[in-house]
């Protein structure tokens, strides 16, 4: 009731004003159809309704224009959006009514779905996937103006600078589009080096950029150099590894394809050098005798001064340095010229089959091939397969010149009487493998010539089984000789039948008849029975 009172109690001055406000305000809700936006509040109020309506008309796109300067500037140049196919003839309030309240979007569309070139400015590569604010940004405006604006999309400009940072800062064309495009900043897609001072051929097509154009921190930014690179000659970018004494001139015996591929090959006359190349030297690529620099001097009066002695020091003498050349020329290290007439004065002079014998057969190859202490004697080389299968007294030293010669192992020439059985008759026709039989010894199989004996039927077969043995012992000379088989020594008058008369007169085989024994055919030679009755 207090507080009523003091209402009530207001003075009356005080009170006309509340109610004439409150009166003016119901009067201007009643002309307006609401607040404006927030941009547009600056214009509410009955005094300010013509700066955007005509009376008795609607909203005037002049008026409109008459405000915003900047956009009716892009519209008389017919640039801009806002003369595109979308939006001409088109009046300001069909896209940007008011009255709707201050927080209403007065600039408001779809940029998901928006169609950039519609604005002059189409989108490519990488652009067609950025968020719109990272480019409408007031530190990318230029005009004074229209960066003070708190939201527009004017402003920009189409060059690439206005936006991106000049990486190049000023050494190359503002027209970044000659050498870059859309989709990625590096590398540089469209540049073509073909089209510079210094079109890249051979393996500087392969370098990649950095190794040219280095990268260096420069005003605070990092910075590539692409302008000014020198490259008068070869040395401007590659170190002089001869020190300028062939010149600068490198294209003389290098090509741009490989630095290794020389053309001294064709250019250079190693001739007037003093070691004129010859042989497989004239294919040889410099490097490998040239292994620093060109202009070194190298040792070249020995081979060993280049290459490493095969033989390891076999073919060395004391004090004499080793001269591949007697063996050997420039034309080719396998193979030797080595000759027979050379070998002939060596410590083991070449004879028979020795001479057709490659070298390798006796000059064995284990890490290197053996030139020293091979032997001279027939053993050092070959295997001794009689062993002890000869007697020492017929081969003194296990000479095998005693039976064999040079020209040929399988000819024999032997003195069999040394032995005390002398060769006679068919005994000289046989190989001596015939009688001196093969045998097996740790795999080796040899024939004996030792420990053999004169029996007859050591070698023959015995066909009268035993009959004329004595003590154990056939002499078959009794009766056989060595010219054949027939018993041309016997006589039947030494036996106790001697043969008289018409005895002497009938075959052999009339009394000695052929009979089986041990499953063997047999003739009894030795009869028991000397009666007449006994045959007849």
């Known amino acids: 009731m207090r507080k009523l009172s003091m209402i009530v109690r207001l003075p009356k001055a005080v009170t006309m004003t509340f109610i004439l406000l409150t009166w003016i305000n119901f009067l201007f809700s009643q ?17 300010n309704c013509t700066l955007c309506h005509t009376l008795g008309s609607k909203v005037s796109d002049s008026k409109c224009l008459d405000c915003h300067k900047e956009l009716k500037s892009r519209i008389d140049l017919n640039k801009g959006y806002h003369v595109s196919k979308e939006v001409k003839n088109k009046s300001c309030v069909s ?22 070139q519609l604005s002059g400015y189409e989108l490519e590569g990488s652009h067609n996937n950025i968020a719109c604010k990272a480019c409408h940004q007031q530190k990318f405006i230029s005009d004074k103006q229209l960066k003070q604006k708190k939201y527009t999309f004017l402003g920009l400009q189409t060059e690439c600078l206005s ?34 001072d210094y079109p890249l051929v051979g ?5 990649e950029c950095l190794k040219c154009h280095k ?39 290098h090509t741009e394809t490989s630095f290794r591929t020389i053309k001294t090959i064709s250019n250079f006359d190693h001739s007037k050098t003093d070691y004129p190349l010859e042989g497989k030297h004239l294919t040889v690529v410099c490097s490998a005798c040239h292994k620093k620099a060109y202009t070194e001097k190298l040792k070249f009066i020995n081979c060993i001064d280049c290459h490493t002695d095969y033989h390891k020091g076999q073919l060395s003498k004391p004090g004499i340095p080793l001269n591949c050349a007697s063996c050997h020329t420039v034309n080719g290290f396998q193979g030797s010229s080595y000759s027979v007439e050379q070998h002939q004065a060596s410590v083991f002079p070449l004879k028979g089959a020795h001479v057709a014998t490659p070298c390798f057969e006796c000059h064995k190859k284990t890490d290197v091939w053996s030139f020293r202490e091979i032997g001279k004697d027939c053993n050092d080389c070959h295997k001794d397969i009689h062993q002890s299968y000869i007697d020492e007294k017929y081969y003194p030293q296990a000479n095998c010149l005693s039976c064999h010669d040079e020209q040929s192992w399988g000819k024999v020439v032997f003195d069999h009487e040394l032995t005390g059985f002398r060769l006679e008759g068919k005994h000289q026709q ?47 000379r009794k009766c056989h000789d060595f010219e054949n088989w027939k018993a041309t020594n016997f006589n039947h008058n030494t036996t106790k039948f001697p043969l008289v008369g018409k005895h002497a007169e009938i075959a052999c085989t009339d009394c000695h008849k052929e009979t089986i024994q041990n499953n063997t055919r047999f003739i009894p030679y030795k009869l028991s029975d000397y009666r007449c009755e006994a045959c007849h």
């Open 95 to 116: 896209c940007h009514n008011d009255h709707h309240g201050r927080k209403f979007e007065i600039i408001r569309f779809d940029t998901t779905n928006y169609d950039h």
């Open 31 to 47: 002309i307006s159809p609401g607040d404006l936006a927030e941009a547009h509040a600056h214009l509410e109020g009955l005094s």
């Open 430 to 476: 046989p190989s001596c493998r015939a009688c001196h039989f093969k045998e097996e010894k740790d795999g080796t199989v040899t024939q004996r010539f030792s420990g053999l004996t004169e029996k007859c039927t050591v070698c023959h077969t015995d066909n009268h089984q035993q009959q004329f043995d004595v003590e154990g012992v056939t002499d078959c």
């Open 163 to 196: 936006c991106h940072t000049d990486y190049h800062q000023k050494t190359l064309s503002n027209n970044c589009l000659d050498c870059h495009g859309f989709d990625k900043f590096s590398p540089a897609e469209k540049f073509n080096h073909a089209k510079t």
């Open 203 to 207: 393996k500087h097509t392969d370098v």
């Open 215 to 253: 990268k260096e921190i420069k005003n605070g930014l990092d910075f590539q150099q692409f302008n000014g690179i020198q490259f008068a000659n070869c040395n401007s970018c590659h170190t002089d590894v001869h020190e300028n004494k062939f010149g600068n001139d490198c294209k003389k015996c």
